[in-house]
């Protein structure tokens, strides 16, 4: 069974930084991309970044470009978030997913960040 | 980046009825390689969203085939027969063919 579990999230003071995580297991993590996929309080569904199966590619949103860095241990199946620099705006619960057919076929339950003094 | 579309916001529909929710992107979705990704999602109240339909018409492992994805290019169609409780929730639809890959603002579906 595929498990995604985010872990790292909490109350971070605006300019402050916070670095997620997210166990997987149930399958091979080095075979596939791995994205994190954000939701503010009560809003849709807004993609972050995306990581290449070796990590050799990744992209962002411009909003975090420069300040979010999305990285992955192979050999541990964990992917992370480092964010930095955060805004008021960042406040969402992050999915950790796993890519597939150009979509997220699996989901974590989301850690919650909220950027607030 | 490429704005999806969706409509209506919301709707309600009685058990075993039918409903369909349309997509529309801003862009062609078509990618280079011939793929249009496009793909449909479920957000049950206080859950994770789930994958239901990727590459416009295929349905995700699980998926009952109540659930049917249809379109091309910029237009596309969820389609919900025999509409059952558990399909309560919002439904997304999302592009994955160019970067920043981005969502629908979503369809609330409410039981009668």
């Known amino acids: 069974e595929v498990q995604l579990v985010e872990s790292g999230g909490g109350l971070v003071q605006p300019g402050r930084s916070m670095k997620l995580s997210c166990a997987a297991s149930?399958?091979?993590?080095?075979?596939?991309?791995m994205a994190w996929v954000r939701q503010a309080p009560t809003k849709g569904l807004e993609w972050v970044a995306t990581?290449?199966?070796?990590?050799?590619?990744?992209y962002y949103r411009d909003s975090v470009k420069g300040r979010f860095t999305i990285s992955r241990d192979n050999a541990k199946s964990t992917l992370y978030l480092q964010m930095n620099s955060l805004r008021s705006e960042d406040t969402a619960t992050y999915y950790c997913?796993?890519?597939?057919?150009?979509?997220?076929?699996?989901w974590g339950q989301g850690t919650l960040v909220t950027v607030s003094s | 980046d490429v704005v999806m579309t969706q409509t209506p916001v919301s709707l309600s529909v009685s058990l075993g009825g039918q409903v369909s929710i349309s997509c529309r992107s801003s862009?062609?979705?078509?990618?280079?390689?011939?793929?249009?990704?496009l793909s449909w999602y479920l957000q049950k109240p206080g859950q994770s969203p789930q994958l239901l339909i990727y590459?416009?018409?295929n349905r995700f492992s699980g998926i009952s085939d109540r659930f049917s994805g249809s379109g091309s290019g910029t237009d596309f169609t969820l389609k919900i027969s025999r509409v059952e409780p558990d399909d309560l929730g919002v439904y997304y639809c999302?592009?994955?063919?160019?970067?920043?890959?981005?969502f629908g603002s979503g369809t609330k579906l409410e039981i009668k």
């Open positions: 862009q062609s979705l078509v990618h280079n390689n011939g793929n249009t990704y």
């Open positions: 990581i290449s199966y070796d990590g050799s590619s990744t």
């Open positions: 149930g399958f091979t993590f080095s075979n596939y991309g």
């Open positions: 999302g592009q994955g063919t160019q970067y920043p890959f981005t």
């Open positions: 997913t796993r890519g597939a057919y150009g979509g997220y076929a699996y």
């Open positions: 590459k416009v018409s």
